[in-house]
C-alpha cells in the first residue's frame, strides 16, 4: 500500500471512484493566516481561478499580494456546475438571485452578473472590444469577478503538454520570483499535486516541490485530475494532508463568473465531481 504522506506517483483508482463531498466535509479548515504574499503555479491559463478562486478572493481581502506565474499558454477548462447558485441580493434581501450556467454563456451578461452580486448598476459601454491580448483581458474580467483587485501576473509562454521536457525552466523562474521575496515567512506557494495524473500538473507540482524545499518556503497543493480518478479510500492519494476551504454561495457565484469572462465550453467540468467545479468548499493538500 502507498504511504498516504507520499506526494508522489499515484495508482489508478477503480473506474469511476471518486470522492464526494459528503466524504470530505470533515476535513479540517486551511488557514493561511500568516499569508503575505501567495505565489501560484498555473500550468494553463485559469487552472488557479477554477481550482482555488475561492482561496485567491479570501487571501485578496485580506490584502495578501498576489504572483501568478503562468507556464503556458495553452487552454484550460471553464466552472460551469449543472446547476443554478442562488446568491443573496444586496439590494433585495429578501429575495434571491439565482446566477446558471445559462445566464453565463454570453460574456455580454458579466457585468449584469457582477452588478446583483455588488448592488450596483452596470457601467454602460460603447460597444467596442477592449484593446490588449484577450487572454489578458479576459483574465483581468475574471479577478474582476473574483473580487481580487491586483494580481501580478508572470508569463512564461512554455509548450502546453510538454512541461515535463520544460521542469528546469519553471524551476528557475519560480526561484527568480522566491528568492526575491524580502520576507520569506509570509510566502506561500500554491501549485497542482504532483500525483494529479496530468503531466502539466505533475511537472508544475514537482517544480513547486523543489523550490519551496530549497527556500523553505510553504508550499499548498490543488487537485484537479485526482478527482476523476481518487476516491476517498485511495492511499495513493494524501487525504491525511487535505484541508478545506468552505466556500459562501457568493463566492461560488462569482468563480462562474470568472469563468464566464472567457466563453468557453460549457459542460465539460459536469463530469467532474464539485471538488473541481465551482462547489462547496475548495480542496487543498498541505
Known amino acids: 500500500m502507498a504511504d498516504p504522506g507520499d506526494l508522489s506517483g499515484r495508482i489508478p483508482a477503480p473506474q469511476g471512484a471518486r470522492p464526494p463531498w459528503r466524504e470530505l466535509e470533515g476535513l479540517r479548515p486551511l488557514t493561511l493566516r500568516a499569508c503575505r504574499r501567495l505565489i501560484v503555479v498555473a500550468p494553463h491559463p485559469r487552472d488557479e481561478i477554477r481550482a482555488a478562486g475561492g482561496l485567491l478572493r479570501r487571501l485578496a481581502a485580506r490584502h495578501a499580494s498576489v504572483d501568478v506565474l503562468a507556464l503556458t499558454d495553452g487552454p484550460g477548462r471553464t466552472c460551469t456546475p449543472p446547476e443554478g447558485i442562488a446568491v443573496p441580493d444586496p439590494g433585495d434581501l429578501g429575495a434571491d438571485v439565482v446566477v446558471r450556467p445559462d445566464d453565463l454563456g454570453d460574456p455580454d451578461t458579466l457585468d449584469m452578473v457582477l452588478a446583483r452580486l455588488e448592488g450596483i448598476a452596470p457601467e454602460d459601454g460603447d460597444g467596442e472590444e477592449p484593446a490588449g491580448d484577450p487572454e489578458e483581458v479576459a483574465l483581468a474580467d475574471a479577478y474582476r469577478a473574483l473580487g481580487v483587485a491586483e494580481v501580478r501576473r508572470h508569463r512564461l509562454g512554455l509548450p502546453d503538454a510538454g512541461l515535463s521536457r520544460c521542469e528546469a525552466d519553471v524551476v528557475g523562474a519560480l ?31 514537482r517544480a513547486a516541490e ?21 476516491g476517498p479510500e485511495s492511499a495513493e492519494v494524501p487525504w491525511r494532508r487535505a484541508r478545506q476551504l468552505a466556500l459562501s454561495e457568493t463566492v461560488q457565484a462569482r468563480k462562474l463568473a470568472a469563468s464566464a469572462a472567457f466563453g468557453g465550453r460549457p459542460g465539460r467540468d459536469r463530469e467532474l465531481p464539485d471538488g473541481s467545479a465551482p462547489g462547496p468548499r475548495e480542496v487543498f493538500l498541505v
Request: include cysteine.
Open 210 to 230: 523543489i523550490v519551496c524545499a530549497a527556500y523553505r518556503v510553504r508550499l499548498v497543493r490543488w487537485l484537479d485530475q485526482a478527482w476523476s480518478w481518487a
Open 175 to 205: 526561484s527568480e520570483i522566491v528568492g526575491f521575496v524580502e520576507d520569506p515567512h509570509g510566502l506561500c506557494v500554491l501549485a497542482p499535486w504532483s500525483g494529479d495524473g496530468d503531466d502539466d500538473h505533475e511537472a508544475a507540482g
